[in-house]
């Protein structure tokens, strides 16, 4: 039987204290939290209303994947707890089956710590006006989607709903968390990208960029929250069909965005309707997202 298709939850036995683009967030007590994610899609920071059926499980579960292989680098949010101890509705555990986790309260800290490996979208544009991404500055003649000499950190604020994060320098970065605290997560980040890359690219998959959030406990200690390296918010590209100077096909939502690109829509809410034949696609590219990831190297 075919999995249930899951937009928005609505759980009788606990608080709804969030609902994000994509996640439901649930108190549990004064320490944790029960994150749901949803089949939901956003694009251009507009969710839109059509699901894609099963993105939610694999989402959950390629975060789950890089949670247990990047405890070395950094500690995450993760409790360990089982669903079933704060949901006790047999119904409604169902329908969290594989799209729900327990996670600590912590103090989330008020920046996107992205990573790019690969010049490409904002980065990319950044780069033809100045030269530079995010304050960085790039060696001249680099073609779009090509390889960085190493990958940089270039922060973003966060964004209210509705609204674009938007690229900040280092220096804005150090006044906003304290110059020890932003040398941490660039540091951090970076280590959490060169890891997750190689392993990636053994199997197939280019990381072009991605944006990690990160949160303090009581202690003040770095802790990974969120998602962590999944098609939502990474570039994931096929290794084989990678052409530097072109703009590669992905199995992120990239795939979305473009198809809405060709729309008469000015990016605001509400998001138009999908066709049966993307929303179809667009749930085979995060099948098989998961499959490389978790399949054997390549």
């Given at each position: 039987?075919?999995?249930?298709?899951?937009?928005?939850?609505?759980?009788?036995?606990?608080?709804?204290?969030?609902?994000?683009?994509?996640?439901?967030?649930?108190?549990?007590?004064?320490?944790?939290?029960?994150?749901?994610?949803?089949?939901?899609?956003?694009?251009?920071?507009?969710?839109l209303p059509d699901p894609i059926p099963g993105k939610g499980r694999?989402?959950?579960?390629?975060?789950?994947?890089?949670?247990?292989?990047?405890?070395?680098?950094?500690?995450?949010?993760?409790?360990?707890?089982?669903?079933?101890?704060?949901?006790?509705?047999?119904?409604?555990?169902?329908?969290?089956?594989?799209?729900?986790?327990?996670?600590?309260?912590?103090?989330?800290?008020?920046?996107?710590?992205?990573?790019?490996?690969?010049?490409?979208?904002?980065?990319?544009?950044?780069?033809?006006?100045?030269?530079?991404?995010?304050?960085?500055?790039?060696?001249?003649?680099?073609?779009?989607?090509?390889?960085?000499?190493?990958?940089?950190?270039t922060p973003a604020t966060k964004a209210a709903a509705g609204e674009?994060?938007?690229?900040?320098?280092?220096?804005?970065?150090?006044?906003?968390?304290?110059?020890?605290?932003?040398?941490?997560?660039?540091?951090?980040?970076?280590?959490?990208?060169?890891?997750?890359?190689?392993?990636?690219?053994?199997?197939?998959?280019?990381?072009?960029?991605?944006?990690?959030?990160?949160?303090?406990?009581?202690?003040?200690?770095?802790?990974?929250?969120?998602?962590?390296?999944?098609?939502?918010?990474?570039?994931?590209?096929?290794?084989?069909?990678?052409?530097?100077?072109?703009?590669?096909?992905?199995?992120?939502?990239?795939?979305?965005?473009?198809?809405?690109?060709?729309?008469?829509?000015?990016?605001?809410?509400?998001?138009?309707?999908?066709?049966?034949?993307?929303?179809?696609?667009?749930?085979?590219?995060?099948?098989?997202?998961?499959?490389?990831?978790?399949?054997?190297?390549?």
């Open positions: 039987m075919a999995a249930t298709t899951v937009y928005r939850t609505s759980l009788r036995a606990l608080e709804k204290i969030h609902e994000g683009k994509v996640r439901d967030i649930y108190a549990v007590g004064a320490d944790a939290l029960l994150i749901v994610t949803t089949d939901r899609l956003s694009a251009f920071d507009v969710v694999i989402l959950n579960s390629i975060s789950q994947f890089w949670f247990e292989r990047t405890a070395h680098i950094v500690p995450n949010h993760l409790t360990g707890r089982a669903i079933e101890t704060v949901v006790t509705d047999a119904e409604e555990r169902s329908l969290l089956a594989e799209r729900a986790a327990i996670v600590k309260r912590l103090q989330p800290l008020p920046i996107e710590a992205v990573v790019r490996g690969y010049l490409i979208g904002s980065g990319w544009k950044d780069y033809q006006k100045t030269g530079h991404v995010c304050g960085t500055a790039l060696p001249a003649g680099l073609p779009l989607a090509g390889a960085l000499p190493e990958p940089i950190f674009h994060d938007q690229n900040i320098s280092f220096t804005e970065t150090e006044r906003l968390i304290g110059a020890a605290l932003a040398a941490k997560v660039r540091d951090t980040a970076i280590a959490l990208y060169t890891f997750a890359a190689a392993h990636a690219r053994r199997r197939g998959i280019i990381i072009a960029d991605t944006k990690f959030e990160f949160g303090l406990d009581e202690h003040g200690t770095l802790t990974l929250i969120d998602e962590a390296l999944t098609p939502d918010s990474s570039r994931f590209w096929p290794a084989d069909s990678y052409r530097p100077g072109t703009s590669p096909p992905s199995f992120d939502k990239q795939f979305v965005r473009d198809y809405l690109e060709t729309l008469d829509w000015n990016k605001r809410a509400p998001g138009p309707k999908l066709p049966p034949e993307i929303i179809a696609r667009s749930s085979e590219k995060y099948h098989e997202a998961l499959r490389r990831l978790s399949g054997p190297a390549a």
